[in-house]
């Protein structure tokens, strides 16, 4: 063994240490850094020779980026869908990189670890049994794996095995939904569909919701032409959810493939009051949700949960590698999802899961909510500002009140200010035309006092701004 790791490894226990010491200092700071890093260059660092061993890597990393870390995983990060990481989780990430375990092999405790907060997960969620789930990467793959499973049910209808001859028979496969996540665009272009084959239907007015009649109107016209119907339970700048219950009855009359993207729209199941919103979803062929959101665990997970397993197994097989098993025989999660070897990204969500239950998460999706609206009514009532939307569950969408061709220049200047102030970080957006912003409120940590805090910080640069 080279010299330098084998006196790391005999050093394990003290290092080991440091790596904790250095986390908690952070994690006990994280309220006061700055909450988006100032952007910063960095002389590139070359290649060493010879190495120093791991203290002095973790020491170099400091000297070089200790200064420019963030408080990203914070309260007061309001920007995109940002969950943090909860300490539970941020130890189940840990356990996953110190067992290394690979989540794809059968008959093991990975596997099982995988089954079971699944199992937890739907009952987090509400979510009938007939659903089974997977770990992937992010929302974005699992919207592709939902809409991988889709194009494999559209060839069936046609009798054709797209998987394994290819997608000539889907050329004119149409993927109808109203206000789909980019991510759900850009996986339509890695399976083949292309961009082009979206098709935004129209919404209810003031609305990112889909009008039902118009949907009606257009499987109407479209009778027995290959379909999947894209839902979204949660749209990223007003958190709208399209009507699932009336498009699970259109379902039953036209036989589509529906896809529900509940990515953080999910969490609505976690409180009784807003559960309705998801009524219907039951009906869904595939769902996804984020874990790396409102789950708060550490990127990179989310699951995608279906119905047709066989479906599932027909496209991410992996099929004739002798080694690695029969697929049809042994049970392995990596012949269900885009990826072969497999970090046990359930594991985070196993323990924070375990440690919080379904209560913990009611509280804290409850309290995200409850602090999004008080922000929303505050904006509501000062004459700065306009409100673009009610505040459904955890974004607030609002804009400067401002001349129309001001807006743009001005809220981009409000957004820079913030950033400047360390205090909060939002982002920008434009919303029906409207040049706008979003605070998105998904994190466990954020209290009633982040909420004063941004609040002050709003008002203040707006008021700045607007004497400029
Ligand atoms: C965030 C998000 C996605 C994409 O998720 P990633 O985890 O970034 O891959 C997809 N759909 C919705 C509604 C989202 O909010």
Known sequence: MNKIIRQDLQEVDAFLQEVKDYSVSHLLEIDALPVKAASATFERLELPRKGKGASNALQQFNERYGQHLAGNSGPRNWGFVTGGATLPAIAGDWLTTVFDMNAADKDTAPLQIET?????????????????????????????????????????????????EGMAALANAKIVSCTPHSSTV??????????NAMLKLSSLPERESIDIKVLKEYLEAHKGEPLIVVASAGTVNTVDFDDLEAIAELKNEYGFWLHVDAAFGAFAACVAEHRHLLNGWEAADSITIDAHKWLNVPYDAAMIFTRHTDLQLDTFKNAGAAYLGDPAKDFKYSNYTPENSRRLRALPAWYTLVAYGADGYADIVNNNIQLARRLGALIQENAAFRLLAPVRLCVVCFTLNV????????????????????????????????????AALVNWRTEENDLSIVWEEIKRQAAVLTVE
């Open 116 to 164: 079971e907060t699944i199992a937890m997960l739907r009952q987090l969620f509400g979510l009938p049994e007939a659903f089974s789930g997977c770990f992937v990467t992010g929302a974005t793959m699992a919207n592709f794996a939902g809409l991988a499973i889709a194009r494999q049910w559209l060839g069936k209808q046609l009798g054709v095995d797209v998987a394994q």
């Open 186 to 195: 850009k996986s339509l272009a890695m399976l083949g569909f292309g961009r």
């Open 403 to 438: 001349a129309d061709e001001e807006k743009q220049a001005a809220t981009d200047a409000l957004i820079k200010a913030l950033d400047e102030s360390g205090k909060v970080m939002l982002t920008p957006t434009v919303y029906q035309g409207v040049p706008a912003i979003r």
